[in-house]
Nanobody, 118 residues
Framework: QVQLVESGGGLVQAGGSLRLSCAAS????????MGWYRQAPGKQRELVAD???????NYADSVKGRFTISRDNAKNTVYLQMNSLKPEDTAVYYC????????????WGQGTQVTVSS
């Protein structure tokens, strides 16, 4: 079973940037899609960005133009570059492989906390 370890979160002021990393313990090059999710307090976990093995990306409207997802299959790592951060981006961020709107392939990691102050 592939383990996912997210890192790179922290406290940042509004307008700032962070780069999140998700390291997988096994090969992900054969996984068609990898994605970044986030869960804010009292809210459901939501998919904010995903990327196919061929590099096609999709973004939630709330992050489009500000976040960029990328993947390095050789390093089994997925990244999320977050720019122009807003307080409403505050959440715990997770990575996983989306199978459907509500299903994912792997067990959830511990996530990484992102806090954006106003």
């Amino acid at each position: 079973q592939v383990q996912l370890v997210e890192s790179g979160g922290g406290l940042v002021q509004a307008g700032g940037s962070l780069r999140l990393s998700c390291a997988a313990s096994g090969n992900i090059f054969s996984i068609n899609a990898m994605g970044w999710y986030r869960q804010a307090p009292g809210k459901q976990r939501e998919l904010v960005a995903d990327i196919t093995s061929g590099g096609i990306t999709n973004y939630a409207d709330s992050v489009k133009g500000r976040f960029t997802i990328s993947r390095d299959n050789a390093k089994n790592t997925v990244y999320l570059q977050m720019n122009s951060l807003k307080p409403e981006d505050t959440a715990v961020y997770y990575c996983n492989a989306p199978l459907s709107r509500s299903l994912v392939l792997f067990s959830w990691g511990q996530g990484t906390q992102v806090t954006v102050s106003s």
